[in-house]
């Protein structure tokens, strides 16, 4: 396989990678810079972000489709009132105005995430900003989930689909940093056209099986998810057949089977998002390669317990 | 009262201060300059920290006497063995070789804090490796709790004890941050060496009652404690008669009477070091002026939750 970032993302006899999910959800506010230079600081080595572009096209890490009333306030320092805008609806500049930097407790979503610190006049990144970032000396060790989120009110829009693709594949591109990147979807036909665009980077297709969906006060992935319907078993086989390098199943739907099933098909497995002491460990016990969680000290923790460790000897 | 740094640490309505205990000690190793910029980073404004000297007399922010096994690699990576060597017998060259980056978590210890971040390569810091940081512009309204660490092998050693303040006194103000700062400890005799050397910071008295010790595989502080005997009711009394600024009980040794009482004598209160939610629920409902947590972001959503916040709108 000629991809050379595959290497930083393979689990090993005695390692288990650690990917910090949305930078660190459960420590600082999500997808913002502050929770990726925590998790940096604290050793982590994969970062998973989620990535959409504004109105005038530039690409932004955020996850929700629309600025989110549990975790967004506006200019005046107030929880959003009203209808939630579009990211997609918005330039840059105007989301400037709004402060990203923690979370309303009285939301389901906020409830999740007692932990979090609460920051005022946090904006939402640019991708490129990140990609500064990491492209510094201290940091080029530092690899990427990269989550293209397509939006559900534009399923059948061709054009601005793949135009999204080739907005991030250009930032990407422009960092220099496709060799450090994998794209990432719940959406397999934008993966397709990934693989299309921008045959350099692996592809990483995530799953969720309906039965298992439990993550109160997100968008949902279930409109672009082909899944539905499909046996726990069938998922690698699935990824394989669209040519995909990574299967990345929701924690609750991967059993011994399809992992072996998914190593024999030559796939890495990234499960997300494990925050919970007992499902990490049977996350240990099952020997992904990768384990996505909000809480990355908590990983490291579990995994040292288990004679593990999250990069090995050489990398540490 | 002249002393210029007693407004940030003040309660009011609708304030209460929050400190970070040894920087954030249930998210990143304790008193660690990435320990102490992750609580700046979130939003937290007084720190408090450890301090005690070298062989060589250079002030460093540790808490425990002896480099402790649950804490502390060695040059090698490997945990602590054999007899635990005593910060003041190494010199600052030698302590550089220790790596004081994590817990081990089959500790009774390590497993206080099962989400604190595990990283390699830290070393101890000075105090004045803090002070630089704090007197960087963004820091300028950043306060301490600057707790002194009495050795109990050198109690009686009047010169040893003197010249331990002297250097601490010394670096505070080599930076410039006496107005910032306010002199820590458990022990009551070293607090008065502190107001003769340096009257123009406030002496902050620690106090913990022996029925309610429970910081499992830290140093004791009961050799240094003279309140073994008092009622809860007595302290913020000998606080006062001591000409203290500031009373810090145990969490669990105060009372709604206590506090009303030292708020009579022009006392403010800090409680230490409250964890579990419904402990900072109390301290909230009490209303002490600062609460010591080694998880910022978990009080300041309790802060919120209850219509409160740890600034004045002034200061946010």
Same mark, same amino acid.
Request: a negative charge.
């Given at each position: 396989?000629?991809?050379?970032? $595959?290497?930083?993302?393979?689990?090993?006899?005695?390692?288990?990678?650690?990917?910090?999910?949305?930078?660190?959800?459960?420590?600082?506010?999500?997808?913002?810079? #502050?929770?990726?230079? @925590?998790?940096?600081?604290?050793?982590?080595?994969?970062?998973?972000?989620?990535?959409?572009?504004?109105?005038?096209?530039?690409?932004?890490?955020?996850?929700?489709?629309?600025?989110?009333?549990?975790?967004?306030?506006?200019?005046?320092?107030?929880?959003?009132?009203?209808? #939630?805008?579009?990211?997609?609806?918005?330039?840059?500049?105007?989301?400037?105005?709004?402060?990203?930097?923690?979370? &309303?407790?009285?939301?389901?979503?906020?409830?999740?995430?007692?932990?979090?610190?609460?920051?005022?006049?946090?904006?939402?990144?640019?991708?490129?900003?990140?990609?500064?970032?990491l492209q510094q000396p201290a940091h080029q060790d530092v690899h990427?989930?990269?989550? $293209?989120?397509?939006?559900?009110?534009?399923?059948?829009?061709?054009?601005?689909?793949?135009?999204?693709?080739?907005?991030?594949? &250009?930032?990407?591109?422009?960092?220099?940093?496709?060799?450090r990147?994998?794209?990432?979807?719940?959406?397999?036909?934008?993966?397709?056209?990934?693989?299309?665009?921008?045959? #350099?980077?692996?592809?990483?297709?995530?799953?969720?099986?309906?039965?298992?969906?439990? #993550?109160?006060?997100?968008?949902?992935?279930?409109?672009?998810?082909?899944?539905?319907?499909?046996?726990?078993?069938?998922?690698?086989?699935?990824?394989?057949?669209?040519?995909?390098? @990574?299967?990345?199943?929701?924690?609750?739907?991967?059993?011994?089977?399809?992992?072996?099933?998914?190593? &024999?098909?030559?796939?890495?497995?990234?499960?997300?998002?494990?925050?919970?002491?007992?499902?990490?460990?049977?996350?240990?016990?099952?020997?992904?390669?990768? $384990?996505?969680?909000?809480?990355?000290?908590?990983?490291?923790?579990?995994?040292?317990?288990?004679?593990?460790?999250?990069?090995?000897?050489?990398?540490?």
């Amino acid at each position: 396989m000629p991809y050379p970032q $595959i290497p930083a993302f393979s689990g090993a006899p005695g390692v288990i990678r650690l990917a910090g999910h949305r930078g660190a959800r459960g420590v600082l506010p999500e997808n913002t810079l #502050e929770g990726f230079k @925590f998790a940096l600081t604290a050793g982590v080595k994969l970062l998973e972000l989620d990535v959409t572009a504004t109105a005038d096209g530039v690409v932004v890490i955020t996850h929700n489709h629309r600025l989110t009333r549990s975790m967004v306030r506006d200019a005046a320092g107030n929880w959003l009132q009203g209808p #939630e805008p579009k990211v997609s609806a918005l330039t840059w500049a105007e989301l400037q105005q709004y402060d990203a930097g923690g979370l &309303d407790g009285s939301t389901a979503y906020g409830q999740r995430f007692p932990d979090q610190a609460f920051l005022s006049g946090v904006r939402i990144p640019r991708l490129a900003d990140l990609l500064a970032l990491l492209q510094q000396p201290a940091h080029q060790d530092v690899h990427l989930f990269l989550e $293209i989120k397509s939006d559900p009110d534009l399923l059948a829009d061709t054009a601005a689909r793949q135009s999204l693709v080739q907005s991030v594949v &250009d930032a990407v591109r422009t960092a220099g940093m496709e060799p450090r990147t994998v794209l990432h979807s719940f959406d397999w036909d934008l993966l397709a056209d990934c693989q299309r665009i921008a045959p #350099e980077m692996p592809a990483s297709f995530l799953t969720q099986l309906p039965e298992n969906d439990s #993550e109160v006060g997100e968008d949902s992935s279930k409109e672009v998810n082909p899944v539905a319907g499909c046996a726990a078993l069938d998922l690698p086989s699935r990824v394989a057949d669209a040519r995909g390098q @990574f299967w990345c199943p929701y924690f609750e739907d991967i059993t011994p089977e399809s992992l072996a099933l998914a190593r &024999d098909l030559g796939l890495l497995t990234m499960v997300w998002t494990v925050n919970e002491p007992e499902d990490i460990e049977r996350m240990i016990s099952l020997g992904v390669d990768a $384990i996505c969680t909000d809480y990355p000290g908590r990983v490291q923790r579990l995994l040292l317990q288990n004679g593990l460790h999250w990069l090995p000897a050489a990398e540490r």
